[in-house]
């Protein structure tokens, strides 16, 4: 059981969560044991494996660290990302996460970007596998030249220099969701991703990679598919094309 008492964090880390009973427990356990106090919220689209009854008996456990947000149907991991934002922002957080739910992200690395963004005036911080190389554990040879191609042509497209524009693990400033129209962000799948670091680039942001250590998941399943990659290929040219012709609403 959980006794220490204290105020409410200032970071918030946002957690999706479908059908991930196997992972989000260990998960938050290992946020909770962190040096740093981090505030969890998961937001789980009505997982039919029971993902948010476990969750809610955690909420019991650490009424001041962890929160749960439930929605009826799966919509999609960009509407449940800004469904955590637009809760978090409701709040005094200074800094929201990103962060998927299946320890393909190293908890331990939410310390790192943290301090990116509390120490070195940083108002995006990117948990990045390509800055430093190809840092990706556990996936196979197309899959890793996918991701990396995804990457490197989002980059070439948007002219943003961003070594993992596809990246999933990141820290925020309060002021880039405050400042971002979050009920404009048109895309749901991974390009929603895309999406939110090409609108913090047009704002004049500052961003910066943090390298990281990427590791597939081992537990669950995963979640991409053809439809998510043909929105990034396709969407990511219409998106750049709408802002070359100031029609891109931010």
Same mark, same amino acid.
């Given at each position: 059981?959980?006794?220490?008492?204290?105020?409410?964090?200032?970071?918030?880390?946002?957690?999706?969560?479908?059908?991930?009973?196997?992972?989000?427990?260990?998960?938050?356990?290992?946020?909770?044991?962190?040096?740093?106090?981090?505030?969890?919220?998961?937001?789980?689209?009505?997982?039919?494996?029971?993902?948010?009854?476990?969750?809610?008996?955690?909420?019991?456990?650490?009424?001041?660290?962890?929160?749960?947000?439930?929605?009826?149907?799966?919509?999609?991991?960009?509407?449940?990302?800004?469904?955590?934002?637009?809760?978090?922002?409701?709040?005094?957080?200074?800094?929201?996460?990103?962060?998927?739910?299946?320890?393909?992200?190293?908890?331990?690395?939410?310390?790192?970007?943290?301090?990116?963004?509390?120490?070195?005036?940083?108002?995006?911080?990117?948990?990045?596998?390509?800055?430093?190389?190809?840092?990706?554990?556990?996936?196979?040879?197309?899959?890793?030249?996918?991701?990396?191609?995804?990457?490197?042509?989002?980059?070439?497209?948007?002219?943003?220099?961003?070594?993992?524009?596809?990246?999933?693990?990141?820290?925020?400033?309060?002021?880039?969701?405050?400042?971002?129209?979050?009920?404009? %962000? @048109?895309? +749901?799948?991974?390009? $929603?991703?895309?999406?939110? &670091?090409?609108?913090?680039?047009? !704002? *004049?942001?500052? %961003? @910066?990679? +943090?390298?990281?250590? $990427?590791?597939?998941?081992? &537990?669950?399943?995963?979640?991409? !598919? *053809?439809?998510? %990659?043909?929105?990034?290929?396709?969407?990511?040219?219409?998106?750049?094309?709408?802002?070359?012709?100031?029609?891109?609403?931010?």
């Amino acid at each position: 059981m959980y006794y220490k008492t204290r105020s409410m964090s200032n970071a918030l880390v946002v957690i999706p969560t479908y059908n991930e009973i196997e992972n989000i427990e260990r998960l938050l356990r290992s946020i909770i044991m962190l040096q740093r106090d981090f505030d969890m919220l998961v937001v789980d689209d009505n997982s039919p494996d029971g993902t948010s009854v476990l969750v809610e008996k955690l909420t019991l456990e650490y009424p001041e660290r962890i929160f749960l947000l439930k929605r009826d149907a799966k919509l999609g991991l960009g509407a449940a990302y800004i469904a955590g934002f637009k809760w978090a922002l409701t709040k005094t957080y200074s800094y929201v996460f990103e962060m998927d739910a299946d320890f393909s992200h190293n908890p331990k690395d939410l310390l790192s970007l943290y301090n990116t963004c509390e120490h070195e005036d940083c108002d995006m911080a990117i948990g990045s596998r390509y800055v430093t190389g190809v840092n990706v554990v556990n996936w196979p040879m197309n899959r890793v030249l996918l991701s990396w191609g995804a990457s490197r042509y989002v980059r070439w497209v948007t002219g943003m220099n961003i070594d993992d524009t596809t990246a999933g693990f990141i820290c925020y400033k309060r002021h880039v969701l405050e400042t971002i129209n979050l009920d404009a %962000i @048109k895309f +749901v799948g991974y390009a $929603f991703q895309i999406e939110m &670091k090409f609108k913090t680039y047009l !704002s *004049k942001f500052k %961003i @910066k990679e +943090v390298p990281v250590i $990427f590791t597939d998941r081992t &537990k669950g399943v995963s979640k991409m !598919s *053809k439809g998510i %990659i043909s929105e990034a290929i396709f969407g990511v040219l219409t998106m750049k094309l709408k802002s070359i012709f100031n029609r891109l609403e931010i």
